[in-house]
């Protein structure tokens, strides 16, 4: 297996452009995970789906962060537009979810670091 | 909701050295405990995890950790560290928020192994 996949591995924009990031989770796989990770704050969950619905996006900054999953093998994460705060290493991460009472180990992808100037 | 603290940002040891890092976090109901390390521009792996049952859990690479409910700790240890530890290393504990279950992580703790 391929693993997640993340594309670009890295992003330099200008301020004020419009910023997609790319995710293919595992195969057969029904949950998502969007993650920041930065120096200040660490790591922080943005947004889960499962089936290819968002589940909770609380942390999610502000309105000019979204994300979609039109079907299972593909998300994006788009920032509209882009400030420097946004500089960061996102994360996709995704798991197999068999039931609610067990914990399903997440498997992370390699990460896309987005430098905003 | 839960926090983690990992008590230290940076941890430096000889190779061939034990190491200890520290892991606490929030709460004492019943949570999963875990440890991710992320090597130089890698995404996050699965170390170990703590679901039940012993206390006492072990990674295949020589890596064990210890649930201690009292203390509300989950410390790692290794015996005798390699240069190819060499990575930021971070724990993890669920928690359940509005029917669904979510994973907070502590800040990181830099081990570097020096020859």
């Known amino acids: 297996d391929a693993g997640v996949i993340q594309s670009p591995r890295h992003e330099v924009t200008e301020m004020g452009q419009e910023v997609t990031l790319r995710c293919k989770p595992i195969s057969g796989h029904n949950s998502l995970f969007w993650y920041r990770q930065t120096m200040m704050r660490g790591l922080e969950l943005l947004i889960y789906?499962?089936?290819?619905?968002?589940?909770?996006d609380s942390g999610m900054p502000e309105d000019r962060f979204s994300a979609k999953m039109p079907n299972a093998s593909f998300s994006t994460l788009k920032i509209q537009p882009s400030e420097p705060r946004d500089s960061a290493v996102y994360f996709c991460a995704s798991s197999l979810v068999r039931g609610r009472s067990s914990y399903n180990e997440q498997f992370f992808g390699p990460g896309t670091r987005l430098t905003v100037l | 909701a839960q926090s983690v603290t990992q008590l230290d940002s940076q941890v430096p040891v000889f190779e061939e050295a034990p190491v200890e890092l520290r892991c606490n976090y929030s709460?004492?109901?019943?949570?999963?405990l875990f440890w991710y390390v992320q090597y130089p521009n890698q995404g996050l792996q699965l170390l170990l995890k703590?679901?039940?049952?012993?206390?006492l859990v072990e990674s295949i690479n020589g890596f064990e950790a210890e649930f201690n409910k009292s203390q509300t700790s989950f410390h790692l240890r290794k015996p005798s560290v390699h240069i190819s530890d060499t990575a930021e290393y971070f724990c993890a504990v669920t928690y359940t928020q509005g029917g669904s279950e979510k994973l907070v992580f502590g800040k990181g703790t830099k081990l570097t192994v020096n020859p």
């Open positions: 789906f499962n089936n290819n619905v968002p589940i909770d």
């Open positions: 709460s004492s109901v019943s949570v999963y």
């Open positions: 703590y679901l039940s049952g012993s206390t």
